[in-house]
């Protein structure tokens, strides 16, 4: 069981405004990331991290920034929200082990800019 | 480069079971995962299967690896209407510290 948390779970903020979604992880995982999911199911990865100090884009383009100063905390903050941006952001991490990359999400944020 | 291929929508009836597929490009695959994803929820790990094996079975989940073809597909005996949700296929490459995902399936289960 994976034990990976995400607050806030709903948000509906104005837009211009200022947001952090948080994660955090208690498994001790080094490698963390950060997937937008289309209300079309697709998932996206914008940032992951391979570990502390360590912050890499991602497959699509995101005015969002993260950063990672411990490893069990990887936040991404939109700096000033837009309409474009109301999607649903999972958070997840991994560990290289038997299982090879097994990547464990957490319940994910939605997020609505209105 | 890489890419996961699934259809898009399947519906059963419940008792009944279900085969979803996937197909993926990238021969250096080392490890193919499936995810379901409830609605208003995260993805969750369901079952991997490593690539030189061609069969995992796990309770009412088997899972068949055709390398040849690079085809991959998740079998659910005894559907319930539990079951419904979307359920993504993925692989991990080697050298790629990122999982490759599929668009994802829906599974609709019928009473």
């Known amino acids: 069981e994976a034990d990976i948390y995400q607050t806030p779970r709903y948000l509906v903020i104005g837009t211009g405004k200022k947001i952090t979604l948080e994660c955090s992880q208690t498994?001790?995982?080094?490698?963390m990331y950060w997937y937008q999911q289309d209300p079309g199911m697709e998932l996206h990865l914008i940032h992951y991290s391979y570990g502390v100090n360590s912050t890499e884009k991602g497959d699509l383009s995101s005015e969002s920034t993260v950063s990672r100063i411990r490893t069990e905390h990887f936040p991404l903050t939109l700096e000033s929200a837009r309409p474009s941006h109301t999607s649903q952001y999972l958070c997840?991490?991994?560990?290289?082990?038997?299982?090879?990359?097994?990547?464990?999400f957490g319940e994910g944020s939605w997020l609505t800019v209105v | 480069g890489e890419d996961v291929e699934q259809s898009l929508f399947l519906s059963v009836r419940e008792g009944d079971s279900s085969v979803i597929n996937c197909t993926y490009t990238d021969s250096s695959s080392t490890y193919l995962y499936w995810y379901k994803q409830e609605p208003g929820a995260g993805l969750q790990l369901l079952t991997y299967i490593f690539s030189n094996m061609d069969m995992k079975q796990d309770q009412r989940l088997t899972v068949l690896l055709n390398k040849k073809d690079k085809h991959l597909s998740l079998r659910i005996a005894d559907t319930q209407t539990g079951d419904s949700a979307i359920y993504f296929c993925a692989e991990s490459i080697r050298g790629y510290s990122t999982l490759t995902f599929g668009k994802g399936t829906m599974l609709l289960v019928s009473p």
């Open positions: 498994m001790g995982h080094d490698k």
């Open positions: 997840a991490s991994s560990a290289h082990r038997d299982s090879g990359n097994t990547i464990y």
